[in-house]
């Protein structure tokens, strides 16, 4: 809204709805396939990086999750044909192909790939680990918002000034580069925001705490209980190698990620 935090402290060309055009952007270039975290990576080229901690938490917790949503789908389901005919999971699926992703304009695929229908196991599995790991996603990039922009010219949410032409290559100086930064203003609203933004609710319920209640066979709670143990796991093996970092890689902890998606 004109003059609010996103006006103010996100703005990408002045006085224009640029953050809103380059968010529109950055989903005509996505797709589902892309929802695959694990294959992210491979694609990003750093499965070889030393030192990575984020990439290697985010497979063991990907592995888990995509572990558990097996779980539960061979327990409802004994065959393709059995999910072929559920006619709520395919009305379902069928909805957000339509009324989700599918009203986006100028895409490269319709409704960003998503299936409109689900013909095996794997593809539900597959459809609700896309789902499911996005609280991951969420906890990796929201929680350390603060800790990357507090500090203005780390991570910038806005620049200031003209864009720069080829012939100023070069020509860059402490002053200019000074004068592109956010405004005292800009920062402190940028800030405040990432504070906000990056801050666990009070009453936050966790990955491994997530409401069972609904599991109402004793087959569905193990399969949840077994999933619990390989968190509890993940988070010893994080805690274990955290122990000889000077700078502790916590965000990934299960302790730490909420069971869902809530800003």
């Known amino acids: 809204t004109p003059g609010g935090v996103g006006d103010v402290s996100l703005t990408v060309g002045h006085g224009s709805n640029g953050i809103i055009e380059t968010l529109t952007k950055a989903y005509q270039n996505y797709s589902y396939k892309g929802m695959n975290y694990k294959n992210d990576l491979v694609k990003r080229d750093v499965m070889e990086l030393p030192g990575y901690h984020h990439r290697d938490d985010s497979i063991k917790l990907w592995d888990a999750t995509l572990s558990y949503m097996q779980d539960m789908v061979n327990h409802f389901y004994d065959s393709d044909s059995d999910v072929i005919e559920d006619w709520?999971?395919?009305a379902w699926v069928k909805d957000v192909f339509n009324?989700?992703?599918?009203?986006?304009?100028?895409?490269?695929?319709?409704?960003?790939?998503?299936?409109?229908?689900?013909?095996?196991?794997?593809?539900?599995?597959?459809?609700?680990?896309?789902?499911?790991y996005t609280t991951v996603r969420h906890a990796f990039v929201d929680f350390y918002f603060f800790e990357y922009t507090r500090f203005a010219p780390n991570s910038p949410t806005v620049m200031r000034g003209k864009l720069p032409r080829e012939e100023d290559r070069g020509l860059a100086t402490m002053e200019t580069l000074l004068a592109s930064l956010p405004t005292k203003k800009q920062a402190y609203v940028a800030a405040a925001t990432g504070k906000v933004l990056a801050n666990r609710a009070s009453d936050e319920v966790y990955l491994r705490e997530t409401p069972n209640w609904m599991f109402l066979k004793e087959e569905t709670r193990k399969v949840f209980e077994k999933f619990v143990a390989k968190l509890d796991k993940i988070e010893e093996e994080i805690k274990s190698r955290n122990k000889e970092l000077d700078i502790p890689y916590t965000v990934l902890q299960p302790s730490r990620i909420p069971s869902g998606v809530s800003a």
């Open 88 to 90: 709520e999971v395919q």
């Open 99 to 132: 009324n989700g992703f599918g009203k986006m304009k100028n895409l490269q695929q319709a409704s960003l790939g998503v299936p409109s229908s689900l013909a095996t196991k794997a593809e539900l599995v597959e459809y609700l680990q896309s789902i499911f």
